[in-house]
């Protein structure tokens, strides 16, 4: 252990956007210094302000490990986990912290989830089933192979970084967003579940699908590797093709039942 | 004061809250139930468990197998009618979480695959790769949207029970963004606050498992039972505490000194080889496994690094395709957080404090000693975890007793009258006004960070992996201090919406009161048990004396009353607890003497 290298006491400044509904008219940056250790995360970063030098600076977090999803912001203007991104020091300029991108601001680092939950809800996230089955019969039988055709749109953590990358949900906040296709397309895809056509309707609709401009920002910052860019683009083909198929005699695969 | 009446108020939105509110509205969909918590349900630390969840799936395992892991793992201390009727219910449990989604990994036939796990004869172990607690919140939580007699209230922070007469009314919330009260008036309340591993300083836990539920209810005089019971996690990252899943061991990893030795051989879990060998060597159980590293750091034969001693988890011979699909999770903690690629490289760990086996007394029914009041998973001490909980056997929990404890509060909220409302909304407004005086403290000058740092570090001297009676003592010495400075404690922040260091304070006076009955509980129990282990004269089981439960009852002017209820012991007569070859031989000799009784 060369202790005088840990020990070194190196020092960083970060900017933090602060904002106190009940006292401030509009956010505005405040400047902290704090002692510097190797290895350090933002959100220890933020720890460290609210223990020892401001207590009234506010954020979510909370597992420290990038599977809660809570402490979401944007770091150095890109989203990112705070848990999750590393502090580096003698940079030229301080690091920024600012609250996600296209989100309500509620307090500094907090901003309003309460939509993202309502559109969670909306797309009926969880099995309908396409045979029901007792407890008593067991499990139902899946394939890793069928397992693969869902498994990564189910790691979504709803950390929401993929809406603070999005652009169009910048300009329609009602866009259902990359997280929640990725998790309807997480059921769509499971061979479990026969309620694709319900959560169809949502995929047509005016916030659906047919928002997503491609851009594929909301990819790259997923921390999960989740791919909701691949999940809004696979339900764009199914969408077409239910769209085309409305025009030809219906006849419905079993799959589709509802 | 905003007022919310409701049959079924659920304090805490984790697995184990999550499957009671489903069972109170599957079996009766006209009940109105909310489900109260300071975060949203995903963020729970259900999310951060990984390795797996048990259930007795293989022909040649039993039930019988899993009861006496269990039992033995517990070193006794588990009620064993009640670690029968938990066995008998975990699979039920498991199929049922994989008809409502769960992503359970599968065999190449496309039924469920399990895992080894520490301390378990036969591999019963479920999993999700290495998220399952993950996977299952997941489910638990979407699944739940589909009940229209599930309400939520999301980012609600509890302060207090309402009781009167003997029975629980309800709670009182703060509504985290605004900073208003609300009193959640309910017929029954169910506990479900998870558990208290951040009273200590290195730990796996998130921030918010800060005991909250068991404070609460032990104000109300309802005992916490079996408190000095806390279980060190043997593989975690050295400095943060995260956890590396026991599954890194079931799936083949070993631990090695900094001569890379693999040292569990010298602590009674040997031999070595063949390797991998349930119930032996890595696979042994957790408290063990602790203690040996603790012998090797005084040896001086563990790695020095950055933050602290550690040993080896070396995964390298499992290779990098099996670890990128098995624990992808693991390997992605130790890159972003150690910068290591655990196929090229041993990842250094080291224990840290990971699961609280005491909580909340309740009965089979998951009923407290109050009526109309329940408690279930983490935060609860329903029996079945003993002295040391076996890995597993946690998310199997949350399963099979939120089921009944959602069963239970369901049948008391409509047998119930609803209670006396002008004397509890009298008894929320004092319960609001002590609250808000925790902001308004101006006589005080004690920063909450120093006090919280203090007790945290207090605790891992005093009641860590071994214990000693002085220092234990020093410890509660320190508590009571620490408690008497709390009074004094001056809050930066006076505002209400996202107070988040108001709710931390409230949350550091449930910590004081939960850390004073885990070290007073420890001092009284002279022995070793399980994870309570003594180095002063103490070192030996003492079942003559200590083969029951400690139950810690709270006074409001000093420590907590120790006094002892008895252990159910229906058919596992205490005997030696050994793993390796030792208990491979214990094992042979046990089936001569049951020779045909095997189901």
Excluded at chain 1, 33 to 59: N, R, W
Excluded at chain 1, 92 to 108: M, Q, S, V, Y
Excluded at chain 2, 11 to 35: F, H, K, Q, S, Y
């Amino acid at each position: 252990m060369i202790a005088a290298e840990w020990a070194a006491k190196r020092r960083v400044t970060v900017e933090v956007l602060r904002y106190r509904p009940e006292q401030d008219a509009d956010p505005s940056l405040q400047a902290y210094d704090i002692p510097y250790t190797e290895g350090m995360s933002v959100l220890q970063a933020l720890q460290h302000i609210k223990d020892h030098i401001d207590g009234t600076l506010s954020f979510r977090w909370s597992c420290r490990m990038a599977i809660c999803g809570s402490c979401g912001m944007m770091i150095g203007g890109k989203p990112q986990l705070a848990c999750q991104t590393i502090l580096r020091a003698g940079e030229d300029r301080p690091l920024r912290i600012e609250p996600l991108k296209h989100f309500a601001i509620e307090r500094d680092l907090v901003v309003t989830m309460s939509g993202f939950i309502s559109k969670l809800e909306s797309i009926f996230p969880f099995i309908i089933p396409k045979t029901s089955r007792a407890t008593t019969e067991g499990e139902y039988l899946q394939t890793p192979a069928q397992l693969a055709r869902f498994e990564n749109f189910s790691d979504c953590i709803n950390c929401m970084l993929c809406y603070a990358a999005c652009p169009q949900f910048g300009e329609n906040p009602d866009f259902l967003g990359p997280g929640v296709f990725a998790l309807l397309q997480r059921y769509n895809g499971d061979s479990r579940d026969g309620g694709r056509e319900r959560r169809m309707e949502l995929v047509h609709s005016e916030d659906g699908a047919w928002s997503c401009t491609a851009v594929g920002y909301c990819s790259d910052v997923c921390p999960k590797h989740v791919d909701p860019a691949n999940a809004v683009n696979q339900n764009k083909t199914n969408s077409a093709v239910d769209f085309f198929f409305r025009f030809l005699p219906r006849r419905r695969s079993p799959e589709r039942e509802a | 004061m905003k007022v919310m009446v409701v049959d079924i108020a659920i304090v805490g939105a984790g697995g184990a809250g999550l499957r009671a509110a489903i069972a109170a509205a599957e079996a009766d969909p006209a009940l109105n139930i909310v489900l109260v918590s300071k975060v949203y349900p995903m963020r729970s630390h259900t999310v951060a468990a990984e390795g797996g969840s048990a259930g007795v799936t293989q022909r040649h395992d039993s039930l019988e197998h899993h009861f006496n892991d269990t039992v033995t793992g517990g070193e006794w201390l588990c009620d064993q009618d009640v670690v029968d009727y938990f066995v008998a219910h975990c699979t039920e449990e498991m199929v049922r979480l994989e008809h409502w989604g769960c992503p359970w990994s599968r065999l190449a036939d496309g039924h469920v695959n399990v895992r080894a796990f520490g301390g378990m004869k036969i591999e019963r172990t479920w999993f999700a790769a290495d998220k399952t607690g993950f996977h299952i919140l997941h489910t638990l939580f979407q699944t739940s949207i589909k009940y229209p007699a599930i309400t939520r209230l999301d980012e609600h922070f509890c302060t207090a029970l309402v009781v009167d007469d003997g029975r629980c009314y309800g709670v009182v919330a703060i509504d985290i963004s605004s900073g208003e009260f609300t009193f959640v008036a309910a017929k029954a309340v169910v506990i479900a606050t998870g558990g208290a591993g951040r009273v200590f300083l290195q730990n796996t836990n998130g921030g918010i498992v800060t005991g909250d539920g068991m404070a609460m209810v032990y104000r109300h005089g309802v005992a916490l039972r079996d408190m000095e019971f806390v279980q060190y996690h043997p593989t975690c990252m050295p400095g943060s505490g995260l956890l590396f899943t026991e599954a890194c061991r079931g799936e083949g990893g070993i631990l090695t000194n900094k001569d890379g030795y693999r040292y569990l051989q010298d602590y009674g879990l040997g031999p070595p080889d063949p390797w991998p060998r349930n119930k032996a060597m890595e696979l042994g159980p957790r408290d063990r496994l602790s203690q040996a590293f603790w012998h090797e750091e005084r040896k001086g034969r563990t790695i020095a690094t950055r933050n602290g001693a550690a040993v080896n988890l070396d995964l390298r011979h499992l290779g990098a395709k099996k670890l990128r699909e098995r624990l992808p999770q693991i390997c992605e903690l130790a890159e972003s957080f150690l910068g290591i690629d655990p196929a090229e490289r041993p990842v250094p760990v080291r224990p840290a404090v990971h699961y609280t086996m005491g909580g909340i007394l309740v009965n089979r029914e998951t009923a407290s000693t109050l009526t109309g009041l329940y408690a279930v998973g983490e935060c609860s001490s329903i029996g079945i975890h003993g002295a040391n909980r076996l890995g597993s056997n946690s998310l199997a929990e949350l399963g099979v007793f939120g089921k009944v404890a959602g069963e239970a509060a369901a049948r008391c909220a409509r047998s119930l009258p609803p209670g006396p409302m002008a004397t509890l909304k009298k008894q929320a407004d004092d319960v609001r006004r002590r609250a808000v005086d925790l902001i308004r403290n101006e006589a005080g000058g004690e920063r909450l960070a120093v006090l919280r740092d203090a007790m945290a570090q207090s605790m891992e001297t005093g009641c860590g992996i071994y214990r000693l009676d002085a220092q234990m003592k020093q410890t509660c010495h320190t508590l009571a201090e620490l408690k008497n400075r709390y009074r004094r404690l001056r809050l930066d922040d006076t505002s209400r919406a996202w107070n988040t260091e108001w709710l931390a304070a409230i949350e550091l006076g449930y910590q004081l009161d939960v850390a004073q009955a885990m070290a007073h509980s420890a001092f009284a129990r002279k022995e070793s048990r399980g994870a309570h282990s003594r180095l002063d004269g103490f070192e030996q089981r003492d079942d003559a004396n200590f083969l029951k439960h400690t139950l810690a009852v709270y006074r409001a002017d000093g420590p907590p009353a120790i006094s002892y209820m008895p252990v159910n012991i229906t058919r596992s007569a205490p005997g030696k607890r050994a793993y390796g070859a030792e208990g491979e031989h214990l094992e042979g000799y046990r089936k001569e003497q049951t020779q045909g009784t095997n189901p």
